[in-house]
């Protein structure tokens, strides 16, 4: 009984949390405040002023993670809406992808080899750009820390929706697909998300960079960990 009164309040506090970030948002509406990334940073400062172990925490916090699974399989419906679209860009869109799955692998896995990393944690950051359940089960496969990954898979997702219009800035990327493809290959889910915000068609794309590069880097991500380790 112990145990449903503290998921409970988990599951209550974390919506409560997420709304007050939301409506934060929209009154100032700036990068910085996206619900994601406030609503962590609350959740986290809360844990650690009351003294609440994670493991506690996430008894009520796993049931939200549970949505995760729905809420991408959800996407599905705006990506049916501008199939016509896609279908004529299909193959720049791949392409982009691929390339975007392989150099997030080769990137994460190179930089931590370079600056002296342990084999585990190299192998956890090379799955950092896929969505969360997808990286623990390729983390868990090639000998990485599954805890870790998912760290890994928030910060990834919460600094390309935060960062993202920086970056097209700084480098000139203008294009709704380019943006799309950018946004789903890096920040898997939490950038689909803020891409959907940005119009139905770059949510479209990201959500089909998303799924896409998941299986692209599920495949690769041993072979290149076996390679370079």
């Known amino acids: 009984m112990t145990n449903l009164y503290i998921g409970l309040i988990a599951i ?3 919506i409560i949390i997420y709304i007050l970030s939301a409506k934060l948002h929209d009154r100032f509406a700036k990068p910085f405040t996206i619900p994601m990334l406030i609503s962590t940073i609350c959740i ?12 506690t925490y996430m008894t009520g916090g796993r049931w939200v993670n549970e949505f995760l699974g729905p809420a991408v399989v959800s996407l599905a419906y705006p990506l049916y809406m501008q199939r016509h679209t896609i279908k004529k860009l299909f193959i720049p869109i791949l392409s982009g992808i691929i390339a975007g799955a392989v ?6 896995v190179l930089l931590t080899k370079w600056t002296g990393f342990s084999d585990e944690i190299i192998a ?30 928030m910060i990834a997702g919460i600094s390309g929706a ?6 097209f800035k700084l480098f000139h990327i203008d294009h709704y697909i380019a943006k799309g493809i ?3 290959s890096a920040s898997h889910a939490i950038g689909t ?13 990201s959500s089909i960079a998303m799924v896409i590069s998941a299986i692209t880097v599920s495949i690769i991500t041993p072979g290149i960990i076996a390679v370079l380790l």
């Open 193 to 205: 998300a803020t891409s959907m915000e940005k119009s139905l068609i770059q949510g479209s794309v």
């Open 162 to 167: 935060v960062l993202n219009e920086l970056i």
């Open 44 to 55: 986290v400062i809360i844990l650690l002023i009351l003294n609440i172990p994670y493991a």
């Open 124 to 153: 956890t950051i090379s799955t950092k750009s896929v969505t969360t359940p997808v990286s623990m089960a390729i983390t868990k496969s090639i000998g990485g820390i599954r805890p870790l990954a998912a760290i890994l898979v």
């Open 103 to 108: 150099i997030g692998v080769l990137s994460g």
């Open 12 to 14: 209550i506090g974390t």
């Open 182 to 184: 950018a946004l789903g």
